[in-house]
């Protein structure tokens, strides 16, 4: 118990530590990774749901298409930029190089 009382300032900031890494960690994982198109004619919502959509269902995709660019209807129009949900790719993700790591 001595310990406890002794130490307690380092089991402070262990504690805030795995806080912070929680809150990190849970943050970039339901982080919305998005990328901006140019509509084309032809395009419609459902089309783009096909090549688009991935593991989202197409309805619940071209619902998310219309909050994200706060469309009250899916027509869309040539020549308009619209933000698409996307899943997260190395592409999408910063890639951080330690000093002297080679690889």
């Known amino acids: 118990m001595s310990f406890i ?15 912070f890494s929680i809150i990190g960690i849970t943050k970039s994982s339901k982080a ?10 032809g395009d419609t919502l459902w089309g783009l749901a096909l090549h688009h959509a991935e593991d ?4 619940q995709w071209m619902k998310e298409v219309m909050r994200l660019n706060d469309l009250e209807t899916a027509t869309i129009k040539t ?7 996307t899943k ?8 951080i190089q330690l000093a002297g790591d080679n690889r």
């Open 79 to 85: 020549g308009e930029d619209l933000l698409l949900p």
């Open 5 to 19: 009382k002794n130490n307690s300032y380092i089991l402070l900031l262990i504690i805030l530590c795995m806080g």
């Open 56 to 59: 989202m269902s197409k309805e």
């Open 88 to 95: 997260p790719t190395v592409e999408n993700q910063k890639i």
């Open 32 to 41: 919305q990774h998005m990328t901006e198109i140019t509509i084309m004619e």
